[in-house]
């Protein structure tokens, strides 16, 4: 494996002395630690949490051809791996660095899995087979190829500025669909109010986009989906509003970050003094 560092560019650079004469099937850095980084052959599954500097070769679940590796986009520890294989070994997940591996393959066909990605924003599974594509929530896997021919799908991509999935396949071209929607929203914050009289939270801008509330009906849930990735930098602005007079406010604001819809203390991002 061959690495180059564009902050200090002088080329590429040589990361890995692995004793293998197989050539690479997937590589994957993960999305929360760049030094976090997995590489397959199709028998043999290493990493490093060093960018490069030590390798591990770690124990694969079972002895069916690897084809993907996809990191969580929040948790460096926690992997899925996809195998080529006519089985019911198609997915394995794990989530303390390969050290104990779960065979997540139930409602997948016994075909090969050609490739795995995760939604970075709403965080299912994806698949691509020898038959389509499948898509996993919270539950067990399920097609998700309305529109798409009875095809071998080789690689799939998100695109989150439109929230697409793309599918590359064998022989029949590339094809997209919108991402897969859960039927049930998440609900927070229930309504305790319809019209808010003496103070509100007149308007949030996140990263630069401004979403107004306002007091006549202020108090209700406002499901919005703003894509972010790992180790970046975004700014909130809460700007209160008042009937008469002003006076101090003081607020919290939480991520949902493993997406359970309950606020929990590890998840406070920002307290105001009181």
Known sequence: MWKRD???DTGFHKISNLNTSSPLQSLTVAPSNSNVIWIATLNKLYRTITGGASWKEI???TNAPITYIAIDILNSNKIWISFGQFSDNGVYESSDDGNTWLN???GLPEIPINCIIQNRVTKELYVGTDIGVYVKSNTNWMQFSTGLPNV???ELEITYSDNKIKASTYGRGLWESDVYVV????SYCKPTQVN?????IQDVNFNGITHPTGNNGGYIDNNIVIGVGG???VFFTLTPGFENWSTYEYWNIWIDYNMNNEYETNEVVFSSDK
């Open 6 to 8: 564009f902050d200090n």
């Open 59 to 61: 124990t694969l679940p």
């Open 104 to 106: 997540i393959s139930e």
């Open 152 to 154: 071998v799908v080789t």
């Open 183 to 186: 039927d049930e929203e998440p």
């Open 196 to 200: 808010s009289t003496y103070e509100w």
């Open 231 to 233: 180790n970046t930098e």
